[in-house]
């Protein structure tokens, strides 16, 4: 059974920042992508980062470009969201989620398009 775990969420100042941590079972950590969108109230799902552990490579939204940074520690099967300079609008409840390297990034550009496995959800508050 896939089971994506999150953790790390929380209230921060802005400016502040917050490390999400996504621990992924169930299936072959390298041969998949794992990423992270956020969903705020009344607004569409917005695809944030994503890393294949496999070879390492990022994509990274415009929105968060510079100022978040995504890991993955393959011995732990967990991938890390390092977000620094937090503002009011990274406020949002943001999920991991996990599918073939290709179909997630389709799905980080395209909200149109859902990955196969998705976490629980971590609440990101950012107070002005």
């Known amino acids: 059974e896939v089971q994506l775990v999150e953790s790390g969420g929380g209230l921060v100042q802005a400016g502040g920042s917050l490390r999400l941590s996504c621990r992924a079972s169930?299936?072959?950590?390298?041969?998949?992508?794992i990423g992270w969108f956020r969903q705020a109230p009344g607004k569409e799902r917005e695809g944030v980062s994503c890393i294949a552990p496999g070879d390492g490579s990022t994509y990274y939204a415009e929105s968060v470009q510079g100022r978040f940074t995504i890991s993955s520690d393959n011995a732990k099967n967990t991938v890390y969201l390092q977000m620094d300079d937090l503002k009011p609008e990274d406020t949002a409840v943001y999920y991991c989620?996990?599918?073939?390297?290709?179909?997630?990034?389709?799905?980080?550009?395209?909200?149109?398009?859902?990955?196969?496995?998705w976490g629980q959800g971590t609440q990101v508050a950012v107070s002005s």
């Open positions: 169930g299936f072959t950590f390298a041969d998949y992508a």
């Open positions: 989620a996990a599918d073939l390297p290709t179909q997630l990034v389709f799905a980080i550009v395209d909200a149109s398009t859902k990955p196969n496995y």
